[in-house]
């Protein structure tokens, strides 16, 4: 029996599990995208991996991945048909690769002051190929924004406004996606620091006055020696060195100490220290009181100028010039000194400077040389009584040639009229002052009336015999007395009188005796003047004696006569002589000479020899 039977042949189930792919790490799910035909269902299983899959038995489904299969790199997957009618089952499998996800260290958030030029950027990534920077801000990144180590450099807004935000992304890369990082760059404010960039003090001023003007604390230093009354304070001063002083100039520095990451802020304040004025108003002067003007030599150094003051009540030609004039007033020279005082002007910074000097006022000298005189041509002298105040002395001078003794300083001295003098009938004297310092000489003049004096004049000397003593003598005068008057030192008389210029003496017997007299012829009517006398020694020598011996008798053969008893008395010589022709020996002059007689004489038998008194 045969029956026919129908075969029905159904398609051939296929199933495709979908290609493998590569995905990224950072992948929330990977998609299971299976495809089958012939068959009413499928059903994933997972052959490797501990994810899970959303819904297994739909044909496209996903499959969260662990951070397991993200280590393992890898995941498979196997797809079953469901539903073959009859058919076996079908399978396929996959497998997907998981790379790694990139990664991105931007760095950490930032505070920088806004002093700060730049903020160093150091980000760091991995897998991506590398970072872009943006700002939120208006800053610019050199090199540029794709140097993960760029510099930022805050614009004037970005520090205005306190902060800026950066953002790192990752570049290249490949499947994944990128990676955003920000950090913060916190703006503080900078900080201020305010000085004087200079001070000017003066070496008699030169406290220093300090302010700076900051948010911070500060400390100040000095390329000197000086010290800070408070090194660390805002509000200080500065007490410079002799050092200091010295040099002129000293550089104080201040800086911030607390500065909260900004930079240290520096200021310098250069300090000049003037020298002190030098005033100086010239040495101490003594002038004389008669002085009109009083020169005033001084010198400012250091100062514009100076100006002059007094104690007096004189005035100045130009007191705001050191180099002036005063004239004094009576008041001053009465005083006999005023205080000068030179003060420094223009000082800058320095304290005025004063100085003194005095001018003492040297009054000039009084002179009086005393009263005129008169005096008599016969008198030898004229004492002078000078006096002098307010010099060291007197000097006395004449017109005439007379001489001061003991000398012309003496103001006592006594004058000695010369005869020009006399002759003159005057002279003027003058005693001026010496040492009179400052002050001129001062004179004053005596006028010495010299009247004439009388004067007589008698004959010589005389010497007479007292054997023939009468003689006669005779004077003259120059008439200023009328009348005269003789006297004698001795005893005799006077013939015809003893007033009348020549007269007749007849020595008496003491005047012989005494040997000689002085006869004196004087004027009488003399007035002021000294009687006038004039001299005449009358010598009246012994009359002489001689004797010639005895006569003498001698033999014819006798060659000599011995007169060996001569004698003389008041004579200074004798001489002899004879009567016969013989000679004397050694001489005829001598008192006792020898008498040699010739042949005649002895012829004759007799002569007679005498002998006189010679001298």
């Known amino acids: 029996v045969s029956k026919p039977i129908t075969l029905t042949i159904t398609p051939a189930i296929t199933v495709n599990a979908g290609p493998g792919q ?65 058919c076996p089952a079908v399978t396929s499998t996959v497998t997907h690769t998981l790379t790694p996800a990139p990664t991105l260290n931007q760095g950490p958030d930032v505070t920088i002051c806004g002093d700060s030029a730049y903020v160093q950027l150091n980000a760091t990534f991995t897998v991506a190929s590398g970072v872009i920077w943006s700002s939120n801000g208006s800053g610019t990144f050199t090199p540029n924004a794709v140097a993960a180590n760029a510099k930022y450099f805050p614009s004037a807004a970005d520090i205005s406004s306190g902060s800026v935000i950066l953002t790192a992304t990752t570049t290249g890369n490949g499947t994944c996606n990128p990676v955003i990082k920000t950090l913060t760059i916190t703006i503080t404010p900078v900080i201020k620091l305010v000085v004087p960039s200079s001070k000017n003090v003066c070496e008699n001023n030169s406290i220093v006055n300090l302010t700076a003007s900051t948010t911070s604390p500060v400390i100040w230093t000095t390329s000197g020696t000086g010290t800070f009354s408070n090194a660390t304070s805002t509000n200080t001063t500065y007490s410079p060195s002799s050092t200091d002083i010295a040099s002129g100039l000293v550089t104080l520095t201040n800086k911030t100490t607390d500065n909260t990451g900004c930079k240290t802020q520096s200021g310098i304040v250069q300090v000049t220290i003037a020298p002190t004025p030098i005033v100086d108003p010239g040495f101490p002067q003594t002038v004389c009181s008669t002085i009109s003007s009083i020169t005033l030599n001084g010198d400012v150094q250091h100062a514009a100028g100076g100006t002059w003051t007094s104690n007096g009540t004189g005035s100045f030609a130009n007191a705001s010039s050191p180099i002036t004039t005063y004239n004094p007033s009576i008041a001053d020279t009465t005083a006999g000194s005023v205080i000068f005082t030179l003060t420094s002007t223009g000082n800058g910074s320095c304290t005025p400077v004063s100085k003194n000097v005095t001018v003492t006022f040297k009054k000039i000298a009084k002179v009086n040389a005393g009263p005129d005189q008169t005096i008599c041509g ?69 006028i010495i009336t010299i009247t004439k004096a009388p004067t007589v004049t008698v004959s010589s000397d005389k010497t007479v015999c007292a054997n023939n003593a009468v003689v006669s003598v005779s004077g003259t005068s120059n008439g200023v007395s009328s009348t005269i008057k003789w006297t004698t030192s001795g005893s005799g008389t006077f013939a015809p009188n003893n007033n009348t210029l020549s007269v007749i003496y007849t020595p008496s017997a003491i005047d012989k005796a005494a040997g000689s007299v002085v006869l004196s012829m004087s004027t009488t009517d003399n007035g002021t003047c000294k009687p006038a006398q004039a001299y005449i020694t009358l010598t ?31 004579a200074t010589g004798v001489q002899w002589s004879s009567t016969g022709t013989g000679v004397f020996g050694p001489n005829n002059t001598n008192i006792q000479p020898i008498y040699f007689p010739t042949v005649s004489d002895k012829t004759i038998g007799k002569i007679k020899l005498a002998v006189v008194t010679t001298g």
């Open 378 to 446: 016969d008198s030898a002298f004229v004492q002078l009584a000078g006096s002098v105040f307010n010099a060291g002395g007197g000097v006395w001078s004449l017109i005439g040639t007379g001489a001061f003794y003991p000398s012309t300083i003496d103001l006592n001295a006594v004058y000695t009229p010369s005869k020009a003098d006399k002759t003159s009938g005057s002279v003027i004297v003058t005693l001026t002052s010496t040492s009179n310092a400052e002050c001129p000489a001062v004179s004053d003049e005596m």
């Open 22 to 86: 590569t995905l990224c790490a950072d992948i929330s799910g990977i998609t299971l995208n299976g495809s089958v035909s012939n068959a009413s269902g499928t059903l994933w299983t997972i052959t490797s991996g501990t994810g899970t899959i959303a819904v297994p038995t739909d044909l496209i489904t996903t499959y969260a991945p662990t951070a397991a299969d993200i280590t393992a790199g890898t995941v498979s997957f196997l797809i079953t048909t469901t539903g073959n009618n009859g």
């Open 540 to 570: 009246i020598t012994p009359a002489p004696t001689i004797t010639a011996g005895f006569d003498k008798s001698i033999c014819a053969d006798s060659s000599e006569i011995k007169l060996n008893e001569a004698k003389v008395t008041t």
